[in-house]
């Protein structure tokens, strides 16, 4: 196997480089390979036989095994190519299309002439039709450049075949291909050259523009349309005059042609660019003497490329009663760019009809420009239900700040319908309000839009758009969210934005009051760290850690080391889970004693790297008491960077032997709490880098409890 797998690259080279025994030795072996190889390969007659006459699963393993022996195959596949079989005819058909495909990849290029060779008797005079239809199918699709075309090109005398032969050649599409096609031009009927002049205008065909040019001059009108059809695609603006005069000279279904070839033309003439003004010249005047789907043609060309200018040509051409064309000419209206165009719709939006006024509104709008306020806002207002309708629609899609007081008049005082397209327009005004940057106006759309809401998926995007531009005015919304739990998490970035908007604002009294609702509604871990902060800010007396429920007055002693296999976390060290806050404890050549310590104002962290020691896989102890006036379930929410025990009035409630770092409320333990003292006991792991911890009381509804401890 390792023989046949390198001989193909290069075998006599490899032979001849190998010493006389080697060379033996390889030979036979090589011999005995390809003995092998053959022995396994069924002869050529006995796949033909099963292909021909075997059974449906013989013949299909045929049908897959033949295409691999090559070219072989090839004089058998004719022979049945045009036989009388249908079936195996076109069985026949596609394996020589799969051998087309073989040698037509690259570096087979002696094979693909090869083939070709072998399939050019197909189209030889003497064959049936069947098979020179076969042949122009078969060698349309393998004719490499450089080969001679000269039997397709003989077909184009033939009228039953000309058709098949020209598109076989445009397929072909080699140089020569082009010239043979090129060749039958003058001779051919001008039904024919028309045909001719539509394959070289699609292969691009540089070499025949001569040829082409004076078919436009000389030909019949259809000829004249064909001919600048194949010109079109050089997009060269000298060839306008030539198009304007076979347009001028056009009878009967050339008029339509003639009108279609320069439409390709200006096309690309567009596409290569430099010939604007050109370009919109003959648009213009072929918008004058067009109608039907020839005008439609222009009018969309113009709605692409044309201007202010063409606005008067476009609008004056609306008929409402064309419903096709209204609708194509209401879209080039829309597509053309530029403030000028637009104004230009504003001024001669008076003298239009009812309709298209209607339909003219919802384009205005969309241009985002402001000189079109003052027609959607008349409209909004008007007595037709209709004008009202697309007034209203529009000013949201205007997205222009001027509407906002609009907007805001019919969500308060209009009809149902009204206020829904209100309130719709407020939050797409909003919204585009908030991408440009104009955030006072952003903030006063989604404020109306939140008090006059009539869902919670309003009062949603609003609150988003409130976060987004957070203003003092939007305070007393945004507080009104803060109790709607279904709203709850989406009011919480809308708060502390606010929050910090009022802070800068000089506004410190309000913000106490945002931050405070913030804590209220007992937020998240990172919200609550965030309020926490701002309210730190602005009152540093304050202990926020005590208002949310944080434990913050404790004892601590040690440190005590882990021991091997932790020993340390299973051993009472400190006779637990009875404490004696009098009491010393042996730690290294020291007596450790119990230290008051009290936890940060924000969260009530306790860091004990500070308080206890900076040591590695160390233990310490912390205790407090806490006093409630009733009892009550309760659930002990811990931070803890590392592990922890956890001893609830001297009962083990939580054994949490772990690492990793301090994430608020990550342990959750539910207890009860008695009336008066109920005492609390850690027992803190360290393993490495920070070592702290935080506790806060919650009830099972999350809400903070109250409760009270001793000060130091």
């Given at each position: 196997?390792?023989?046949?797998?390198?001989l193909?690259?290069?075998?006599?080279?490899?032979?001849?480089?190998?010493p006389?025994?080697?060379?033996?030795?390889?030979?036979?072996?090589?011999?005995i390979s390809?003995?092998?190889a053959?022995?396994?390969?069924?002869p050529?007659?006995?796949?033909?036989?099963d292909f021909?006459g075997?059974?449906?699963?013989?013949?299909?393993?045929?049908?897959?095994?033949?295409?691999?022996?090559?070219?072989?195959?090839?004089?058998?596949?004719l022979?049945l190519?045009?036989?009388?079989d249908?079936?195996?005819?076109k069985?026949?058909?596609?394996?020589?299309?799969?051998?087309?495909?073989?040698?037509?990849?690259?570096?087979r290029?002696k094979?693909?002439?090869?083939?070709?060779?072998?399939l050019?008797p197909?189209?030889?005079?003497?064959r049936?039709?069947?098979?020179?239809?076969?042949?122009?199918r078969?060698?349309?699709?393998?004719?490499?450049p450089?080969?001679?075309?000269?039997?397709?090109?003989g077909?184009?005398?033939?009228?039953?075949?000309?058709?098949?032969a020209?598109?076989?050649?445009?397929?072909?599409n080699?140089?020569?291909?082009?010239?043979?096609l090129?060749?039958?031009?003058?001779?051919?009927d001008?039904?024919?050259?028309?045909?001719?002049?539509?394959?070289?205008?699609?292969?691009?065909d540089?070499?025949?523009?001569?040829?082409i040019?004076?078919?436009?001059?000389?030909?019949?009108?259809?000829?004249?349309?064909?001919a600048?059809r194949?010109?079109?695609w050089?997009?060269?603006?000298?060839?306008?005059?030539?198009?304007?005069?076979?347009?001028?000279?056009?009878?009967?279904?050339?008029?339509f042609?003639?009108?279609?070839?320069?439409l390709r033309?200006l096309?690309?003439?567009?596409?290569r660019?430099?010939?604007?003004?050109?370009?919109?010249?003959?648009?213009g005047?072929?918008l004058?003497?067009?109608?039907?789907p020839?005008?439609?043609?222009?009018?969309s060309?113009l709605?692409q490329?044309?201007?202010?200018?063409?606005?008067?040509?476009?609008?004056?051409?609306?008929?409402?009663?064309?419903p096709?064309?209204?609708?194509?000419?209401?879209?080039?209206?829309?597509?053309?760019?530029?403030?000028?165009?637009?104004?230009?719709?504003?001024?001669?939006?008076?003298?239009a009809?009812?309709?298209?006024?209607?339909?003219?509104?919802?384009?205005?709008?969309?241009?985002?420009?402001?000189?079109?306020?003052?027609?959607l806002?008349?409209?909004?207002?008007?007595?037709?239900?209709?004008?009202?309708?697309?007034?209203?629609?529009?000013?949201?899609v205007s997205?222009?700040?001027s509407?906002?007081?609009?907007?805001?008049?019919?969500?308060?005082?209009?009809n149902?319908?009204?206020?829904?397209?209100?309130?719709?327009?407020?939050?797409?005004?909003?919204?585009?309000?908030s991408?440009?940057?104009?955030?006072?106006?952003a903030?006063?759309?989604m404020?109306?839009?939140?008090?006059?809401?009539q869902?919670?998926?309003?009062?949603?995007?609003?609150?988003k758009?409130m976060?987004?531009?957070?203003?003092?005015?939007?305070?007393?919304?945004?507080?009104?969210?803060?109790?709607?739990?279904?709203?709850?998490?989406?009011?919480?970035p809308?708060?502390?934005?606010?929050a910090g908007?009022?802070?800068?604002?000089?506004?410190?009294?309000?913000?106490?009051?945002v931050?405070?609702?913030?804590?209220?509604?007992?937020p998240?871990?990172?919200?609550?760290?965030?309020?926490?902060?701002?309210?730190q800010?602005?009152d540093?007396?304050?202990?926020?850690?005590e208002?949310?429920?944080?434990?913050?007055?404790?004892?601590v002693?040690g440190?005590?080391?882990?021991?091997?296999d932790?020993?340390?976390?299973?051993?009472?060290?400190?006779?637990?889970?009875?404490?004696?806050?009098?009491?010393?404890?042996?730690s290294?050549?020291?007596?450790?004693?119990?230290?008051?310590?009290?936890?940060?104002?924000?969260?009530?962290?306790?860091?004990?790297?500070?308080?206890?020691?900076?040591?590695?896989?160390?233990?310490c102890?912390?205790?407090t008491e806490?006093?409630?006036s009733?009892?009550?379930?309760?659930?002990l929410?811990?931070g803890?960077?590392?592990g922890?025990?956890?001893w609830?009035?001297?009962?083990?409630?939580?054994d949490?032997?772990?690492?990793?770092?301090?994430?608020?409320?990550?342990?959750k333990?539910?207890?009860h709490?008695?009336?008066?003292?109920?005492?609390?006991?850690?027992?803190?792991y360290?393993?490495?880098?920070?070592?702290?911890f935080?506790?806060?009381i919650?009830?099972?509804?999350?809400?903070?409890?109250?409760?009270?401890q001793?000060?130091?």
């Amino acid at each position: 196997m390792r023989v046949k797998s390198f001989l193909p690259e290069g075998p006599g080279a490899l032979i001849r480089s190998l010493p006389g025994k080697s060379l033996v030795f390889l030979s036979a072996l090589w011999f005995i390979s390809i003995q092998g190889a053959q022995a396994t390969e069924p002869p050529l007659r006995n796949l033909l036989e099963d292909f021909k006459g075997g059974n449906p699963q013989s013949q299909a393993l045929a049908r897959q095994r033949l295409p691999s022996l090559g070219l072989r195959v090839v004089p058998d596949m004719l022979q049945l190519l045009s036989g009388k079989d249908e079936k195996l005819s076109k069985a026949a058909c596609d394996i020589i299309l799969q051998l087309i495909n073989d040698v037509s990849a690259p570096g087979r290029e002696k094979d693909r002439k090869k083939l070709a060779d072998q399939l050019v008797p197909l189209i030889a005079p003497d064959r049936s039709e069947k098979d020179k239809v076969a042949g122009l199918r078969l060698l349309e699709r393998l004719v490499p450049p450089g080969y001679d075309v000269a039997p397709i090109a003989g077909l184009l005398a033939d009228n039953n075949l000309r058709e098949k032969a020209r598109t076989a050649l445009q397929r072909i599409n080699t140089g020569e291909a082009r010239n043979a096609l090129r060749s039958a031009v003058a001779s051919a009927d001008p039904l024919f050259q028309v045909a001719l002049l539509n394959s070289l205008g699609e292969m691009k065909d540089a070499e025949g523009l001569e040829i082409i040019i004076r078919l436009a001059v000389v030909g019949t009108p259809e000829v004249q349309a064909a001919a600048i059809r194949a010109l079109s695609w050089t997009g060269d603006p000298s060839y306008l005059a030539l198009a304007r005069s076979v347009r001028q000279n056009a009878t009967g279904e050339s008029r339509f042609d003639s009108f279609d070839a320069t439409l390709r033309l200006l096309e690309a003439m567009t596409a290569r660019g430099g010939n604007w003004e050109a370009v919109v010249r003959e648009y213009g005047e072929l918008l004058k003497t067009s109608s039907g789907p020839s005008w439609q043609a222009v009018i969309s060309a113009l709605g692409q490329i044309g201007d202010e200018r063409h606005v008067d040509l476009i609008l004056g051409s609306l008929d409402p009663g064309d419903p096709q064309g209204f609708h194509i000419g209401l879209h080039a209206l829309s597509q053309l760019r530029g403030a000028a165009a637009t104004h230009r719709m504003v001024s001669l939006f008076p003298q239009a009809a009812t309709p298209t006024k209607i339909a003219l509104l919802p384009i205005l709008a969309a241009k985002n420009d402001e000189s079109t306020l003052p027609h959607l806002v008349a409209a909004a207002r008007s007595a037709d239900p209709a004008f009202r309708k697309a007034g209203l629609e529009g000013l949201g899609v205007s997205g222009q700040p001027s509407a906002i007081p609009v907007l805001e008049e019919f969500a308060r005082s209009g009809n149902d319908e009204e206020k829904k397209l209100a309130l719709r327009g407020l939050l797409t005004v909003g919204q585009a309000c908030s991408a440009h940057g104009v955030r006072n106006e952003a903030s006063r759309a989604m404020n109306t839009l939140y008090q006059l809401a009539q869902d919670d998926s309003q009062r949603r995007e609003a609150l988003k758009g409130m976060a987004s531009n957070p203003s003092p005015e939007s305070l007393d919304s945004i507080l009104a969210a803060a109790q709607v739990e279904s709203l709850r998490d989406v009011v919480f970035p809308a708060l502390q934005a606010l929050a910090g908007t009022l802070v800068a604002a000089g506004q410190g009294d309000k913000a106490m009051v945002v931050y405070k609702k913030i804590l209220e509604i007992t937020p998240g871990a990172q919200d609550l760290a965030a309020a926490a902060a701002g309210l730190q800010k602005l009152d540093p007396s304050l202990n926020v850690a005590e208002m949310v429920g944080f434990v913050t007055q404790w004892w601590v002693v040690g440190p005590f080391p882990l021991g091997e296999d932790k020993s340390g976390w299973d051993q009472a060290l400190i006779g637990e889970p009875n404490v004696d806050l009098a009491a010393t404890y042996p730690s290294g050549d020291k007596q450790a004693a119990w230290k008051r310590v009290q936890g940060s104002a924000d969260i009530g962290k306790v860091d004990l790297l500070k308080e206890v020691a900076d040591c590695q896989a160390c233990l310490c102890y912390a205790y407090t008491e806490i006093e409630v006036s009733e009892e009550a379930d309760a659930v002990l929410c811990l931070g803890v960077d590392d592990g922890e025990k956890v001893w609830f009035n001297s009962s083990l409630v939580l054994d949490n032997f772990t690492q990793g770092a301090l994430v608020l409320d990550r342990d959750k333990i539910p207890v009860h709490l008695k009336k008066g003292i109920n005492t609390l006991l850690l027992k803190v792991y360290q393993n490495a880098m920070p070592w702290e911890f935080c506790v806060r009381i919650l009830s099972p509804e999350g809400v903070p409890v109250s409760f009270t401890q001793k000060k130091p």
